[in-house]
């Protein structure tokens, strides 16, 4: 989910019909209720045909891009691709500019921009050939579409909560606030209970310096009513002064993906600078949607 200009727009997958959606709204709660615009459908066959995950809406100068990965039936051949838009709209139509050459297998990119104007590419990869293990990676951008460099090594599933069913560093946002640089990544298996967030802190803003990125976590994980909560994104309240993270979590303790639904929480700042999640409150009954300014927590509905 982003803000822009008095909107909330929420980009997600429909990999049974292997389509891309957008839908608008006022409110964060009321991004549930919106019916969807479908900016981009996979095409029949090809490398980017099937399994269409976690698409990112982002603006980068005067167009719109979506950050999503796929695969043209096997896992292994999974990687990023970049749709830009044709026009201003968020909603309008895409077209598929290509694959962002990672070099190898890779999901949930997304891309931040550093006051001086830098563009950063993060994403989720096998360190090799095989699956087994998931870091985090970070490379230079040229432009929108094209990396300006290899990948660096950013973060490794080396701590227990980071390797729950099988060790996951994945899902990054980036969240950035008085000069201090944050990464929130899942964390474990995405199916598990177990899954969570964990958190990478760069107060230099040498972002190419693996050394200069401390970890913490985790830092937003299961209670014994809430279980799987993971891979967010941040957004601002309509008045611009509460901040808010989007995430989703399970309504079941067995492993799977099916029985996930997203949710809204209002998060603060520790005395030291640090973002501070706090807990996920229970699961509830979703707010109205014409509440302009909805405080606590709210269940996002998303349709199936």
Not at 26 to 40: E, F, H, L, N, S
Not at 55 to 62: A, C, F, K, T
Not at 170 to 198: H, K, M
Not at 209 to 229: L, R
């Amino acid at each position: 989910m982003i803000f822009h200009e008095g909107f909330y727009y929420y980009c997600e997958s429909k990999n049974h019909q292997r389509n891309i959606m957008i839908r608008k709204s006022r409110t964060i709660a009321g991004v549930g209720q919106d019916p969807a615009v479908c900016v981009w459908s996979a095409p029949a066959a090809g490398r980017n045909a099937n399994a269409i995950w976690a698409p990112e809406l982002h603006r980068l100068g005067n167009r719109w891009f979506i950050y999503y990965a796929a695969d043209d039936g096997r896992n292994k051949n999974h990687r990023m691709w970049v749709l830009e838009s044709q026009g201003d709209d968020p909603l309008g139509k895409y077209h598929c500019r290509g694959e962002i050459q990672t070099g190898g297998w890779s999901i949930d990119g997304t891309v931040f921009t550093q006051a001086d104007g830098r563009m950063f590419f993060i994403w989720s990869g096998w360190p090799g050939r095989r699956n087994g293990q998931q870091n985090l990676y970070i490379a230079p951008m040229q432009d929108p579409l094209t990396l300006a460099g290899p990948r660096m090594l950013l973060c490794t599933p080396d701590r227990p909560w980071e390797r729950s069913a099988m060790p996951i560093c994945e899902g990054p946002q980036v969240l950035q606030r008085n000069g201090n640089l944050f990464i929130v990544y899942s964390a474990s298996g995405s199916w598990t209970p177990d899954y969570c967030l964990g958190l990478l802190h760069n107060p230099t803003g040498d972002v190419m310096n693996p050394a200069a990125w401390q970890k913490h976590g985790p830092v937003f994980q299961k209670t014994e009513h809430v279980w799987g909560v993971g891979h967010c994104s941040f957004v601002k309240s309509l008045c611009q002064t509460e901040d808010w993270i989007i995430y989703h979590s399970k309504s079941a303790l067995q492993h799977g993906w099916k029985d996930r639904d997203v949710h809204a929480k209002r998060f603060t700042w520790t005395p030291e600078g640090l973002p501070d999640f706090g807990t996920p409150p229970p699961r509830g009954p979703a707010i109205s949607p014409t509440l302009a300014k909805p405080a606590g927590s709210c269940l996002i509905p998303i349709a199936a």
